[in-house]
Structures are given as C-alpha cells and as structure tokens.
C-alpha cells in the first residue's frame, strides 16, 4: 500500500468508527470558540467531533488507532491540591487552555494545575497485546492515571511522550483517563519557546497544557517502536535502524523500499543493527524535486510477523564544501545551495502553538513554497510531526531550533547572556532538563529529511557550555549541520557562523570550516485593519503605511543579498513568516487572511538570488578588519565637496570608522563629537558600470553617501545594527562608477548622544551558475 492510502485508510480509523452521532450533536452544543479574538478561516470548520482527525505520526504508520482528540473534562485547582471532586467544563483537547479555540481561554499560573478528564473504550480484540497511550506534546509537566491508577509522569512540552496503559485497563466497557498539568512558563529554567505571563513585545500569550493530538495504538507484546533512516548519498543506499521494544532474542526485522510502488531495495536483520539498502541511482532529494521513497518494515519471529509500520525516506547530504570562488559553503546533494527563507514561529490567533487543523498547517509551508522561498527556520518551537511531514513532501529545508528557554529579562541571575558576556551557569537539575528534550527533540525529528541544521541556542537564551552542547548535537546526528549560536554569541564552534541583523543584511565573513548565515534581517512591519491581534501598540523593526511601501523596501532589503552572495554568503532568513500578536512583520497577516507581498515578485527576486554566483570586488574598503583612511571636516564644506576635483585643502586626515566604538565589527578610529562630519575619500575602480553594493555601518539621525557627486544613498533615523554592518544595493546608480579615480563621500548627522559612521563599496565581478 503507497503511503498516501496508508494515510488516508489510518485518518478513516476507529476514531470515525467509534463516533456516535447523538455525542457529537450534544458535543458541538457544548462548546464554542472563545470571542474577541481574530480567528483563522479554518477555525469556523472546527467541530468537536472531528478536530485534527489525521493520522499523527505520518513517519511511523498502523492501520489500527485511536483518535482521543475532542471534548474532555476540564478544572484548574491549586498547585498542591489533589484531584478535583468537580470539574468546570469542557475543553477542546487539542488546543491550549489558554487558545479561543480551547472553549477556556483562561490563563493558567505556575501556582495552579491543570486538570483533564475524559472515557474511552477499546474493541476486545486490542486487549490481546499491548495498549499505549501516545501525547503529542504537552506543556509542561503532564502526570497520567487510567482508571485511578498512574501510568506515568513526563517533563517537556515540545516532545512526543507514550505510556503503555495495558496493566490499567479494567474489564468494564469504559476506561478513564486523567491527565494533570504543571507549566512554570517564565519562572522557571526549563526549556520554553516565547511564551509568557506578561506578554509584550517578542513574547507572546502562555500556553498550558495538551497542545498535539492525543492517541490510542494497541500493538503486540514485541513490536517496533523507532525507525532511524540516515540517507547516505555517498555510497547509494540507506542506513536503517530500527528500535524494538519488548523481548527481541531471536527477532528479525526486515525493510522494503519502494519507489512508485515497485521494490527498489531490501534489506533485514537484528533489531538495533544498521540495515543498509542499496539503491542504484537514486532519486534525491531537494526543494526543486522533493522525491520520497516509501518504506515498510515488519517483525518477524521464525516464519510468524509480529508487527508491521508503512514509512518514508528521502535521499539527500547536507554538508559543508568550497564553491567555485573557494567560500566556504552549505551544500546540498554536493553542490552549494542558497538557503532563502521567513523565520517561522508557528503561533495562530486562534489556537496559539496549535493550528485549527492540518490544512492550515500546510498552508503555511505553501504559501512559504509560492514565494519562492527553499528553506524555513522552526524558531524555538518544534512542530507536530505532520509539519514536517509537509515539509518533506512540498519541498522545504528546516532550520530546527531547540527551545532553550530562559528568565525573563530584567530578572536577576537571568539565562540570558548578552555580546561579551560568558556562557551562562545553569544548575543540574535545569541542564539534565535541557539536554534531555534536545535529545529526544533530535531522535523524533531525525526521520524528516527535510530537516537540515539544529540550533541548539539563540541569541544566548539559557546559552550554557556552548562548546560541548554543540558535539552532543553532532554526535547524536552527524548528518545534519549545526548552528551553535543563532545571533550575537557565538563561540566559534558548530558549522556556520550566524549574524543577527535588522532591518539590515548583514553578515560574518565566512571562514576555512564554517560557512556565513544570517539567521535573522528584515522585520519590516505593516499593519493591516482588520486582521490585527492589537489595534495599537503593534510594531516591525521598521513600519509602513502601505503594501507599495513594504514591497519596495523589501526588495530592496533583500535584494542586497546578491552581494553578500559574493562575498560567500550560503543563507539568509528574514523576519517571518506571519505577523504575530504584537509584532506585525510577516509575510502575512496573524489570521492568514492577507498575504502582503506580490507573490511573482518575491518568486522572481528569490529565484534570482538561488542562481547567483558571482565573485565580490572590493573597491573602497570599509573599516571592519583594517582602519582606511578618509579626508573629513567638522565645519559645513562649500557646496560640491561631494564631487571629484573639491577643494579639501582645509580638511583633515583620519581613520574610519569615526564616532564611538560600538562593538562588533565597528571600531572607532577618530572621533566625532560634533553634530556633523563630512568625509570622503579616493579609490579607483577597474570595472564601469558595474553592479555596486554599500556596507554601512551608522548610529546616527540623518546618513548620505555620494558616489562621484550623485546621491546613491540616504536614510532619515536608521535603524543602527549594533554589531553588524548593513549591506545595501545601489545599483541603480551603476553608471556613476567610472573605470579609474572615483571620489566616496559621506555626510552624518546626530544632535546628541552616541555617534557612529563608516561605509565602504563593493561589486560583482563575475555571474553564472554553479556547476
């Protein structure tokens, strides 16, 4: 059977077998959506009786199961207080407590738990094996009784988690199930996304409790728990392992690839053991041609199965290589790669880490796919497998952040190191915590060959023992490339090294073993009525009053990256994908209603940067690795001092950059304490007409730079980059370069307080694709 009837045969289970009319009709009356909130269009197709009613673990699929998704039983009690005598209402499992969609929206605190309840019953052929209980997800400390009795207890809100129930079940009809949730959310160090108590600014409303789905699977006594596929493109073939659980001695697991419904490859062996099947030529994986093949294992004793899952793979390498200009760069399938793509939250007005139902997960990644975008990062959240699953069959590479988790800021002793700052101290209890979910965070997303890096850290939220968290992550999958330190604290060590920049871009030079990556620019913001989490207060690193605005700057923006492509840039990730609570700088609006760009143009300006390969020219260096030396004055010049053949005799000589210095990669070389400073300096260019780029590196008011006389760039209140130079493209005004002397010139202004100023102009001097 293919691996989309398995899929569509699993999502018609038992769940829809089992469904009783009248309950669902008495159900749907029950509950409702919590109003006031914007919702998605997928919210208003929500019935209680069929909320995410797909088969959840799309990389590990059986015929039988059941779906426990829907109404439950709800109370929230103090902390320390025992199971409630009385529950409130209702509650819609899967959403959190906090979400419209849930029917609550009541916020839960660190000093309360969260109490749910619900009946179910089995057919009497399941009680002849092994019955589990699987959770998707649940945040944070979930402790689990069937029929009175506890099964189990689990810390970690990002992973999935299962108990086997059998030894509970009683041999009455119906079966009770009590789940009990604890979430410290911002009190404590345990590894947490962006929710908060107090949300404002970045950090977004709490999430409490059950948030994936919730589900039944009987399975036999010896069954297969874990498929670890590792394609190994080098040598045309599949490294499969594969987990049991229950007793194995004299146990056979044998695998089957197949590609169109005709069997490529076998292999079999011991459980635990690497099986390794051949494929002759095989197809591979990429954004352009996601090819998946599609895999069934089975558990043998003698000639009797035991068990059997339907699964998939995809056959591709990620690694790091030198391009054609000798950059050190992300490669993929051999062959350098551009990685364009939104950082991506995975927040919904409507039911917060949940999406109202896989078609509107999906959609995200499709509407990601139609902009021409080839990658995503997952920012410090980690998705229902299904996301993934997407992702591998649409054709987009995941960058997979780890929740670090952190105090919030201002706290004292808080997890949060900033630049310049030593790795943070965490004690044993919260790095056991840590490590723990990174662990299973990278042996449950491993399967997804769409998945391309882990970043274990970001901007030094609860960074701690950088070094030595980044070889765990390596040796727990070598096949994947690490990002240590997404922005601002890196250590040198993992695979790229990643610059924060906003609204920028800008980068790190690559170097000898790690490539260069912006992990985060843009955040150009536009609110949009109508479709807005807040009427006012809402923000984007720099805002805009119309669609025709925003779409220009970001083409702008982003258009700079040609250059930077040249100077060995392998990536780049823009702020994001939609707009979320207060932050209105996605792509689209929080609801999804509105997509804020000119798809074709972002496709074409995208595709454009996917093909580039030119070589970087530096013509007028600026002064980020060596002090250049410029003429300047603080006293307003006559007019035309901005043109070749000026009189600067009255001038002054001095090194850039001028002004404080700020840290990074600026470094003061004369100083600037007047309003003003007028500088400009001499290089000579061996190509005309050329396609130019500026960095710009500026913590002032009012900002010009002149090339040859003419005007090439100006900015009122710019954004500064506090440790990165901002790279821009003016190619537009390619015909003032003349072949041979050319005169930059700069004015800069700022009344009071710090002051910064360098620039510096580069080109491309050749084009091409890669080979």
Known sequence: MTRSKILAAAACSLFLRAANCA?????????????????????????PDKVWPEYPRPQMVRRNWQNLNGLWDYAITPREAGRPTRFEGKILVPFPCESALSGVGRSVTPDQRLWYRRSFSIPPSWRDGRLLLHFGAVDWQ???????????????????????????????????????????????????????????GIWYTAVTGIWQTVWLEPVPKASIRRLSPVPDVDHNRLLLTVVTTGASEGLRVRAEATDGGQAVAQAEGKPGEKLSLSLPSPRLWSPESPHLYDLKVSLWSGRAKLDEVSSYFGMRKI?????????????????????????????????????????????????????????????????????????DRLGLLVWQDM??????????????????????????????????????????????????????????????????ITQFVKELDPSRLVDAASGWTD????????????????????????????????????????????????????????????????????????????????????????????????????????????????????????????????????????????????EEPPAGWERPGADTTRWKQGEGGF?????????????????????RREFTSPVSETPLFLTVFHNVTDCEVFLNGARIYQAHHPRAAK???????????????????????????????????????YTLLSGGKHP
């Open 319 to 391: 690694s790091l290589g030198q391009d054609q200009h000798g950059h050190t760069r992300i490669l993929l399938n051999g062959r350098p790669y551009f990685h364009i793509g939104p950082l991506d939250q995975g927040w919904w007005p409507d039911g917060l880490y949940t999406a109202p139902s896989d078609e509107a997960l999906r959609y995200d990644i499709e509407v990601t796919r139609q902009l021409g975008f080839n990658a995503v990062r997952k920012h410090v959240k980690v998705e229902p497998a299904r996301w993934y699953y997407h992702c």
């Open 142 to 200: 979930a402790t689990v009784t069937v029929n009175g009795k506890q099964v189990g207890e689990h810390k970690g809100g990002y992973t999935p988690f299962s108990f086997d129930i059998t030894d509970a079940l009683v041999p009455a009809t119906s079966q009770e199930l009590v789940v009990s949730v604890w979430d410290p959310t911002d009190s404590y160090t345990q590894p947490r996304g962006k929710q908060s108590l107090k949300p404002e």
């Open 403 to 468: 929740p670090s988790g952190c105090l919030p800021r201002g706290v004292p002793n808080s997890l949060r190191i900033l630049p310049g700052q030593p790795d943070a101290m965490r004690d044993s209890t919260s790095a056991a915590l840590f490590e723990e979910e990174l662990r299973q965070m990278v042996l449950h997303l491993g399967h997804f060959p769409s998945i391309g890096m882990w970043a274990p850290f970001n901007e030094g939220w609860g960074q701690y023992d950088t070094a030595r």
């Open 659 to 679: 002004g404080t210095d700020d840290g990074g990669r600026f470094r003061s070389g004369t100083p600037w304490e007047t309003p003003q400073v007028w500088m």
């Open 23 to 47: 309950t669902a009709t008495s159900q749907n009356m029950e509950w409702k959506p919590v109003e006031g909130r914007i919702m998605t269009r997928w919210a208003r197709q929500i019935t």
């Open 491 to 634: 250590r040198g060590v993992g695979d790229v090294i990643d610059a924060h920049v906003y609204t920028g871009p800008g980068m790190e030079p690559p170097e000898s073993k790690r490539a260069s990556v912006v992990g985060e620019y843009g955040g150009l913001g536009l609110p949009v009525k109508g479709h807005l989490w807040m009427t006012d207060k809402n923000w984007g690193y720099q805002s805009f009053a119309d669609t025709t605005a925003l779409e220009q700057e970001y083409l702008r923006v982003t258009g700079a990256l040609r250059g930077m492509l040249g100077l060995g840039l392998s990536a780049a990730i823009y702020t994001q994908t939609t707009d979320v609570e207060g932050e209105v700088n996605g792509l689209l609006t929080y609801d999804r209603a509105v997509i804020k760009f000119s798809p074709h143009k972002l496709l074409a300006l995208h595709d454009r940067l996917k093909k580039e390969s030119g070589l970087a020219k530096v013509l007028a260096p600026d002064s980020s690795f060596h002090p250049q030396s410029w003429l300047y004055t603080f």
């Open 723 to 761: 440790r990165h130079y901002t790279h821009v493209d003016v190619s537009e005004f390619a015909s003032w370069l003349k072949k041979g002397p050319n005169v930059i010139a700069v004015r800069a202004k700022k009344e009071k307080g710090p002051r910064s100023i360098d620039v510096g102009l």
